[in-house]
């Protein structure tokens, strides 16, 4: 069974920072992208960031320049960078590994911006 572990959440004043973690229990070849997801309550998930076999990423508009996406593809493996929080960061955020026939999830991980 495909378990996809995140780490690194927690409590954070506005400006601060965090880095999230993220990797596939089991070595697959077929991911060819690696995101981070959030919801916060009352709204829909929606897609953070992104990165692409090759090395390719993607972000929300609205954490451009504040969040950065890394990770090794080949390793199953991926991580945010989370600088500048705002309250408006705070959510669960979920790890999501995808190949052509299937989409991993992890289990969420808190992100709380308070002062």
């Known amino acids: 069974q495909v378990q996809v572990v995140e780490s690194g959440g927690g409590l954070v004043q506005p400006g601060g920072s965090l880095r999230l973690s993220c990797t596939v229990s089991?070595?697959?070849?077929?991911?060819?992208?690696m995101s981070w997801f959030r919801q916060a309550p009352g709204n829909q998930r929606e897609l953070v960031a992104a990165?692409?076999?090759?090395?390719?990423?993607h972000y929300l508009w609205s954490v451009e320049g504040r969040f950065t996406i890394s990770g090794d593809i080949t390793k199953n493996t991926v991580a945010l960078q989370m600088d500048r929080l705002e309250p408006d960061d705070t959510a669960v955020y979920y790890c999501?590994?995808?190949?052509?026939?299937?989409?991993?999830w992890g289990q969420g991980i808190q992100v709380t911006v308070s002062s």
């Open positions: 089991k070595n697959i070849t077929t991911i060819y992208q």
């Open positions: 999501n590994a995808h190949e052509v026939i299937s989409d991993y």
């Open positions: 990165i692409f076999r090759g090395g390719t990423t």
